[in-house]
C-alpha cells in the first residue's frame, strides 16, 4: 500500500478537523448556542408523552421522510409556501455541504461575509469552489456596498448570509439581504440558524424565486442532539439537490422527535420566549460593565469585546464556565468572546465573573 500521505489529498492533509470541546463534569457549557431546556421537559407529562411517541419509531425500517408527514409539519409550523420543496438533512452543516457540492463547478465561487461561520469556507475548500469572503463593517453590520461589487466582481454561483450572523450576531437589514438575492446570478442561502431568537425569516419567501434557499436547524430551539436541519426553496433547485443527498441521511429517532416537536410547538416557543428575555437581560447588564462593549444581538448568544480576551477566557473557564474565544479567528474579532444566552442561574454566573473583574 502507498503511504496514506501520498493517498489522501494534500489540501485535507493540510486542514484540523472540527474541534468538539471536551466539557468538564460540572462546567457551565455557553460555547456552542446549545438551549438550556429540554423542551419537553417543563410541562407536566410530555416528556412522557414523547417516550411513548418515539418508542413507536419502526426502527427496523429505513427511514421515509416524506412519509413520516415532518415536511407538512414544518410547512404548517413555519409558514412555509407550499411552492417551496423542504430538504433534510443531518443537521443544517450536512446541507451546507450537499448544496456546495450541488454548485461546485470547476472555477465556480462562492462568497460570504467575513467573520461568519466557518462552515462556509471549509466547505468551498472541500468542494474546491473559489471563496470570496467580504469582510463585515468593524460594528458588524453589513458592507452591503462591499457585497455588490463583489458579486459583480466575482459572479458567485453560491451565497451564504447567515441571518442572523454567527459569530458576530448583530441584525443585517431585511432590505440589504433582499437586494443580495435581487443582484445576485446564483444561488443565495439565507442561513436562519438563530431566526428563532431574530422575530424576522425569509421562510414566506422560500419558492418564490430559483436562487432563494432558505435554511434552518432545530439544533438552536432545544435539539441539538437530534441533528435536524432543513431547506426550502424552488422545486427546480431542491429536486437536483435529491439527487445527491443520500437516500436514508435522516434517522427514524429523529424524525419522530421533530415530528413531535411540531405537534408541541408551544413547549417549543415557550424556550425560546424564555432565552430571548434573557437575552435582553444579559445584555442589559453586560451594558452595564464599563470595560466592556457588548453587541446587540438578534440570536440566542452575545459577542462582546473585552480589553484582554485571552486572559477572560481563561479566568471564566477557572470559574467553570465554557465560552467561545473568537479572538484570533478573524482581525475583526479582536479581542472578542461569544457567550451564549443560557438559564438565569448561568447567565447571572457570566455577569458575576464579568463585573468582578471589568467593572
Ligand atoms: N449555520 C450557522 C450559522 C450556525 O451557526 C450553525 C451551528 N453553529 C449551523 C448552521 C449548523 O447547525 P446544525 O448543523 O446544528 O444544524
Redesign the pocket.
Known amino acids: 500500500m502507498n503511504s496514506l500521505s501520498n493517498l489522501i489529498r494534500p489540501d485535507i492533509q493540510a486542514m484540523t478537523a472540527y474541534h468538539v470541546t471536551d466539557v468538564p463534569e460540572g462546567f457551565i457549557k455557553l460555547d ?2 446549545e438551549s438550556p431546556y429540554h423542551p419537553f421537559a417543563r410541562q407536566p407529562g410530555l416528556l412522557e408523552k414523547w417516550q411513548q411517541y418515539i418508542a413507536a419509531a419502526p426502527l427496523n425500517l429505513y427511514p421515509n421522510p416524506a412519509a413520516s408527514g415532518l415536511q407538512t409539519a414544518l410547512q404548517q409550523a413555519f409558514d412555509i409556501p407550499e411552492t417551496a420543496k423542504i430538504a433534510l438533512g443531518n ?4 446541507l ?1 455541504q450537499f448544496i456546495t457540492m450541488l454548485l461546485a463547478k470547476p472555477g465556480a465561487a462562492m462568497l460570504a461575509v467575513e467573520p ?2 466557518v ?1 462556509y469556507r471549509h466547505n468551498a475548500a472541500l468542494f474546491g469552489m473559489d471563496y470570496i469572503g467580504v469582510p463585515l463593517n468593524e460594528d458588524f453590520t453589513l458592507d452591503l456596498p462591499a457585497v455588490l461589487s463583489a458579486i459583480e466582481r466575482h459572479n458567485p454561483a453560491l451565497i451564504f448570509i ?1 441571518y442572523p450572523n ?1 459569530p458576530t450576531g448583530v441584525p443585517f437589514k431585511r432590505e440589504e439581504i433582499k437586494t443580495v438575492v435581487q443582484a445576485a446570478q446564483g444561488i443565495v442561502v439565507i ?1 436562519e ?2 431566526g428563532a431568537f431574530s422575530g424576522d425569516s425569509f421562510l414566506p419567501l422560500a419558492g418564490s424565486s430559483e436562487n432563494l434557499i432558505v435554511m434552518r ?1 432545530v ?1 438552536k430551539i432545544g435539539f ?1 442532539g437530534i ?3 432543513y431547506a426550502a426553496g424552488h422545486p427546480a433547485v431542491m429536486n437536483e439537490l435529491a439527487k445527491i443527498l443520500p437516500p436514508y441521511n435522516m434517522n427514524q429517532l429523529s424524525l419522530a422527535t421533530a415530528k413531535f416537536a411540531m405537534e408541541h410547538i408551544d413547549a417549543v416557543n415557550e424556550t425560546v420566549g424564555l432565552l430571548k428575555a434573557e437575552r435582553s437581560r444579559l445584555f442589559a447588564g453586560l451594558s452595564g460593565i464599563g470595560r466592556l462593549k457588548a453587541f446587540e444581538s438578534g440570536a440566542n448568544f452575545i459577542t462582546v469585546r473585552v480589553p484582554d480576551a485571552v486572559e477572560m477566557f481563561e479566568i471564566f473557564r477557572k470559574n467553570n464556565i465554557l465560552i467561545k474565544k473568537l479572538h484570533g479567528s478573524h482581525p475583526l474579532l479582536d479581542n472578542c468572546l461569544r457567550i451564549t444566552v443560557g438559564s438565569p442561574e448561568q447567565n447571572d454566573a457570566v455577569l458575576a465573573v464579568l463585573k468582578q473583574h471589568l467593572s
Open positions: 456552542a448556542m443537521g443544517s452543516d450536512e451546507i461568519s461561520f462552515m447567515a454567527n442561513d440558524a438563530y436547524t439544533s441539538a441533528r435536524l436541519g
